[in-house]
């Protein structure tokens, strides 16, 4: 049996912690993100990736935005305002929320809340897969 991690536990993890990630989706095919998560690192099992069926994400202990922008050519991103929101609502959670936005940081350009990340040319399933591992090698190294 794995115990979850609590909201604030993630600087201390056992060895039997399992930690849930779920990834919320702004402008993606669950069904397409699906093949994506059984190549995500899961430090043999001690990672369980998701899809967050709901808008709290709840039971999570990080949740990832993966973002695609609205329109390419919109000077604003629908996608990522929502997701700013969401991260902004989360504040005082105890829960890790980052965004991994499919794009270059120049699109963004509205105020954002939290940690930000942008793929920068590299296929959105790659970078997934780098932010992945780093979170990964930071719960687990």
């Known amino acids: 049996m794995q ?10 993890l056992s060895p039997t912690t399992c930690i849930r990630a779920s990834l919320r989706l702004w402008g993606y ?11 995500l690192p899961d430090a043999r099992g001690r990672v ?23 329109r390419t050519s919109a000077p604003f ?9 969401a991260m902004r609502l989360s504040i005082g959670t105890g829960r890790t929320e980052i965004a991994l936005f499919a794009g270059r940081f120049q699109q963004l350009e509205f105020p954002r809340v939290g940690p930000w990340f942008a793929s920068e040319g590299l296929p959105i399933r790659m970078a997934l897969h780098k ?6 090698t930071s719960f687990f190294d």
């Open 3 to 12: 115990a979850h991690v609590q909201p604030g536990d993630l600087d201390t």
């Open 29 to 39: 095919d669950p069904l397409v993100v699906e093949a994506w998560i059984k190549r």
């Open 48 to 70: 369980s990736w998701e899809i967050a069926h709901d808008r709290e994400a709840n039971g999570a202990d990080v949740v990832v935005h993966l973002l695609n922008p609205s």
């Open 77 to 85: 991103c629908w996608n990522c305002a929502g997701a700013s929101r």
């Open 131 to 136: 932010l992945a591992q780093s979170l990964v």
